[in-house]
């Protein structure tokens, strides 16, 4: 009998497995436009609720990576990629890619855009005046050549199946399933055509995966789905449980990150770049011992290699590297009303998702499909777990446009604030790498 999109949407309602070939009759249907965004929102809403097996989520990985080209990236040698899951202040790419390529590791990057509460790599960087991230292949090319890295968007010739999916999870609620997020990601990856794979995979209140079961679950999923692509990936696992460094908003996370390229040393943000960009050191085969590679990966911070090479790749790719030297050339708001503290105490929590959604309803991210995004809005911390505060001190700021009622109480409502002293929030980075045994057999949320 041949299957009708119906009737592959009510096969996982019930829970069944899907074969291959009704996996790609949904979403090659999409892609065409013979698929309503009524029927395609019901089948994501399915897979969200039934899950898939390793199997469907590799098909749909495969579906997803076939719907377009593959970027021709022969001729470089041991180009790496980063990714990263998704969290509140997370702007570690920035970072990570200019730090790479001073050191000779090349990186080609394919991002997104914001998903619910979290920010994207793409928004954030359209915040630079000028800066073009949908490149044709050519254009990659070139541009990697001279600079050593690159960061581009899905174009209608790479991934469309997932392009076109991906805005719609974010406006249906499916944001957070595991097949979802890993066929998502992995496409992009493979696609990509690097030789490997470094994955920032978040756990906590401000990640997609909320606890580090699940996080640990995504991360062996996505290096098994790898390993059947060829594709070699490692993981690191990081905790979101509160902001990634001080801000979350675009232009505001893209000063911040210039800010980490001059040697600062930002919590929580500059150890886990350091972490990452030594992984994928080892990962190319630059380097073999973990240390020596985070001494190296430190020591373009510190000496201005890593910011030279991010000003560089701002001008190969459109954008002003004038905001390198000056980032008050970057969107800004006409108002930024500070937060403060209405009792004294310790911060023993900064509640990362609540932050994330602040800055979603000034405007740094979408709640519906095809809504603009305002580059200058967001929230800057004052205050991180640990921190002493006494009352009437500054906890956040938030950077509004005064066209609304400014959300202070929201902002305040983040914080906890106790009377017993609170350590800072330990750093916990895990890091998985490819097994030898074969790979998940399950993927259910």
């Not at 930002?266 to 240390?291: H, I, K, M, N, W």
């Amino acid at each position: 009998m041949t299957l009708g999109v119906l009737d592959v949407i009510a096969a996982k309602r019930r829970g069944e497995r899907l074969p291959a070939e009704a996996i790609a009759l949904v979403v090659d249907g999409y892609v065409r436009g013979d698929v309503p965004d009524y029927q395609m929102a019901a089948w994501l809403m399915a897979v969200a609720c039934r899950g898939m097996d390793f199997d469907e989520v590799v098909a749909l990985t495969r579906v997803y990576v076939d719907s377009g080209e593959r970027l021709d990236l022969r001729g470089f040698d041991r180009v790496v990629d980063k990714h990263s899951t998704g969290g509140v202040g997370d702007k570690t790419t920035l970072v990570v890619a200019p730090a790479l390529a001073a050191l000779g590791v090349p990186v080609a990057k394919m991002s997104g855009r914001g998903l619910d509460f979290a920010g994207g790599t793409l928004d954030k960087l359209e915040s630079i005046p000028g800066l073009r991230v949908g490149l044709d292949s050519d254009r990659i090319r070139t541009v990697l050549a001279e600079v050593g890295m690159v960061v581009v968007e899905q174009s209608a010739r790479l991934v469309p199946a997932d392009g076109a999916t991906y805005a719609l999870r974010d406006v249906t609620g499916t944001v957070e399933s595991l097949p979802l997020i890993a066929a998502s990601i992995m496409s992009k990856k493979i696609a990509a055509g690097t030789n490997g794979v470094v994955l920032d995979v978040k756990f906590g209140g401000g990640a997609l995966t909320g606890d580090l079961a699940s996080a640990t679950e995504l991360a062996s999923l996505m290096i098994e789905i790898g390993a059947a692509f060829g594709l070699r990936c490692h993981a690191v696992i990081s905790d979101m449980d509160q902001p990634l460094g001080w801000s979350a908003g675009n232009a505001l996370e893209i000063r911040e990150a210039v800010d980490v390229l001059r040697g600062a040393e930002v919590p929580g943000l500059t150890e886990l770049c350091v972490t990452l960009a030594a992984e994928a050191v080892l990962l190319s085969g630059a380097e073999t011992d973990q240390d020596r590679a985070r001494e190296q990966v430190r020591a373009v911070l510190a000496d201005g290699r890593a910011r030279a090479t991010f000003r560089r790749w701002v001008a190969a790719q459109g954008g002003d590297p004038a905001v390198v030297d000056d980032p008050r050339r970057l969107p800004a708001t006409p108002h930024a009303d500070l937060v403060t503290a209405g009792r004294s105490g310790w911060v023993r929590a900064v509640d990362a998702r609540a932050i994330g959604t602040l800055a979603l309803r000034l405007g740094a991210g979408r709640q519906v499909k095809s809504a603009p995004i305002d580059h200058a809005v967001g929230v800057t911390l004052h205050k991180r777990v640990g921190d002493r505060v006494v009352a009437g001190e500054p906890l956040a700021q938030v950077h509004h446009r005064g066209a609304g009622p400014v959300p202070v109480e929201q902002a305040r409502a983040a914080f906890t604030i106790v009377a017993e002293e609170v350590p800072p929030a330990p750093t916990v980075h895990t890091v998985l790498r490819p097994r030898t045994a074969p790979g998940v057999a399950t993927a259910r949320r």
